[in-house]
Nanobody, 114 residues
Framework: QVQLVESGGGLVQPGGSLRLSCTAS????????WGWYLQAPGKQRELVAS???????NYADSVKGRFTISRDNAKNTVYLQMNSLKSEDTAVYYC????????WGQGTQVTVSS
């Protein structure tokens, strides 16, 4: 089973930035489309950014222009640069393949608050 380890979350003021990282323990990292998902309190998990093996990128409208997804296949790592953060970005953030595996990592909490 692939292990997914997210990091980089924290408490940040509105307008601030964070960079999330996710490392996946798989030897075939490079073939997958990877995504970042968020789950806000009381809501379903949703995909907000994805990057294909060919670096084709898609964003949810809610984060377009503020978040940037990238990948480093040599490090088995996918990143999410989050700028101009808003209170509504507060959520637990997860990475997974897109579509996702049947299992998830522990996620990383992002709290945007003054």
């Amino acid at each position: 089973q692939v292990q997914l380890v997210e990091s980089g979350g924290g408490l940040v003021q509105p307008g601030g930035s964070l960079r999330l990282s996710c490392t996946a323990s798989t030897t075939i990292f490079s073939i997958y489309t990877w995504g970042w998902y968020l789950q806000a309190p009381g809501k379903q998990r949703e995909l907000v950014a994805s990057i294909t093996r060919g670096d084709r990128i898609n964003y949810a409208d809610s984060v377009k222009g503020r978040f940037t997804i990238s990948r480093d296949n040599a490090k088995n790592t996918v990143y999410l640069q989050m700028n101009s953060l808003k209170s509504e970005d507060t959520a637990v953030y997860y990475c997974n393949a897109a579509p996702p595996f049947s299992f998830w990592g522990q996620g990383t909490q992002v709290t945007v608050s003054s």
